[in-house]
């Protein structure tokens, strides 16, 4: 079993900043890659931004300039560190991960979501 629990959400003014954590923890052989969603409502789940183990990123345009994503393998944890909030941020912001866990002798590819943390930006 392995799991990802994120923290750090919840309300901040607009222009100000915040930063996410998502941990993993359990049966973990390697972490591949992490990226944070991010869903508000009645709108689709998007993803926000992304690193794999290589620190190589992607970031969403619409964050770009503002959002940073780290990885720190060692604490298996991702942060996204989020500058000059906007209400448009608002939403519950997911974090997703790929994994290699190594169990009945083989090894075995797992992607898994947390639970989510409310983002919520007001003016």
């Known amino acids: 079993q392995a799991q990802l629990v994120e923290s750090g959400g919840g309300p901040a003014q607009a222009g100000t900043s915040l930063r996410l954590s998502c941990t993993a923890s359990?049966?973990?052989?390697?972490?591949?890659?992490m990226a944070w969603y991010r869903q508000a409502p009645g709108n689709e789940c998007e993803l926000v931004a992304r690193i794999d183990r290589k620190n190589m990123t992607n970031i969403d345009d619409s964050v770009k300039g503002r959002f940073t994503i780290s990885l720190d393998l060692a604490k298996k944890t991702v942060y996204l560190q989020m500058e000059r909030l906007k209400p448009e941020d608002t939403s519950v912001y997911y974090c997703r991960s790929g994994i290699t866990q190594f169990f009945t002798g083989n090894y075995h590819g797992v992607d898994l979501w947390g639970k989510g943390t409310l983002v919520t930006v007001f003016t």
């Open positions: 359990g049966n973990i052989f390697s972490i591949n890659s």
